[in-house]
């Protein structure tokens, strides 16, 4: 690409390439997680529900079991919720023996009797978020059936114990199904196996370290993403980076290539404490590009430019945990901190 965007011209960034070097050092990801004693294994809320519903007792069965996700699947994952029990017995038959509902339950199951590769790529994540976040809980897995209605993007969810992965929403990619119901291409295409363990770790952090509301400029947001990244990077050190940040290939190879001009996009035209949120969704919510950017782009191209930054802080600052990286809220200082200059 061509750098269009001209020559930065203020104070600000002038300081900031006054004082700036680029730094590749990484902290290392090779780190050993052998001994950390861990092994999640899903429950599989769809098995018991589909098996359970011709016995008179299965709703009190899957409430024992389950606990408060009933509750949470029946409210507010799915519509079948009701306070009498007589009715929600029915919805729960109606759910489960609708043709379109047995047709993703079959298709989950094809794909997913076995789930232990799952399981496993999971735990050997979840053992590195206990390595670098020691003493923290770690999360029950549910695995369940959505109904993919297209009017929510939930494909994992989370609470203060509990992480739900909607297996019919990783079907495999270009999925027909996901077309009928108005899911773009770029988003179905993230919707298979490979992607569940990620998801389920990026939901995880995000729901322990959320975005703090008091700072509600693109530089912050593109900062908070970065570090969800970071930190996801350290969890998963083997899983391509496409993967995590939900980029193609050539997506990636794209950031990598032009990342000094998407830099200089943002300063040139003083976009990084820009606090319109019309304009601060361009670049950090997902689509099959950004705007203003080269097609060849991804969407949310505002997370790769917070990862590099976030990875520029680490490398001059290792002392710092993750911990303690995810708790620091000055954004302003923590770029600056960073000697952030993409070469």
């Keep these: 690409m061509k750098r269009k965007f001209g020559k930065a011209n203020h104070i600000f960034l002038y300081l900031l390439l006054l004082t700036a070097c ?24 769809e098995q018991d529900l589909f098996n359970s519903r011709n016995q008179p007792d299965f709703i009190s069965s899957l409430k024992n079991k389950y606990g408060e996700f009933f509750d949470l699947y029946c409210y507010h994952l799915t519509s079948i919720g009701t ?7 029915d919805r729960l038959h109606a759910f489960v023996t609708d043709s379109g509902i047995a047709f993703l339950y079959n298709e989950s199951q094809k794909l997913y009797a076995d789930f232990i590769p799952v399981d496993k790529e999971i735990t050997d994540a979840f053992r590195h ?14 695995t369940y059936i959505s109904g993919i209605t297209g009017t929510s993007d939930f494909q994992t969810v989370n609470d203060s114990a509990l992480i739900g992965i909607a297996l019919d929403m990783y079907l495999g990619r270009y999925g027909k199904f ?35 509301v008091n700072e509600n400029d693109l530089l912050s947001q593109m900062i908070y993403q970065g570090k ?10 083997q899983t391509p980076d ?25 300063v040139d035209k003083k976009l990084l404490y820009e606090t319109n949120q019309n304009d601060i969704m361009k670049y950090i919510t997902d689509g099959p590009t950004t705007n203003g950017f080269p097609k060849e782009s991804p969407g949310n191209i505002g997370q790769w430019i917070g990862w590099s930054i976030v990875k520029a802080y680490m490398a001059n600052h290792p002392d710092i945990s993750l911990p303690q990286l995810l708790s620091d809220k000055d954004y302003k200082k923590f770029l600056i901190d960073s000697k952030y200059k993409p070469s």
């Design 83 to 89: 306070p009498d029990t007589v009715l929600l017995k």
């Design 242 to 266: 496409s993967i995590k940040l939900h980029y193609t290939n050539e997506q990636v190879e794209w950031c990598s290539k032009n990342e000094q001009n998407a830099w200089a996009f943002f």
């Design 22 to 45: 680029h730094h590749s050092k990484e902290r290392n990801k090779n780190v050993d997680v052998s001994q950390v004693q861990l092994t999640l294994k899903a429950d599989r809320f």
């Design 178 to 212: 996901y077309d009928d119901v108005g899911y773009p291409k770029f988003k179905s295409r993230t919707f298979s196996k490979e992607y569940i363990a990620t998801d389920c770790m990026k939901g995880w952090l995000q729901s322990d370290y959320e975005p703090d």
């Design 129 to 142: 978020y206990n390595y670098y976040f020691p003493g923290k809980p770690v999360p029950h897995i549910v």
């Design 228 to 237: 969800i990244a970071y930190c996801v990077d350290l969890m998963m050190p």
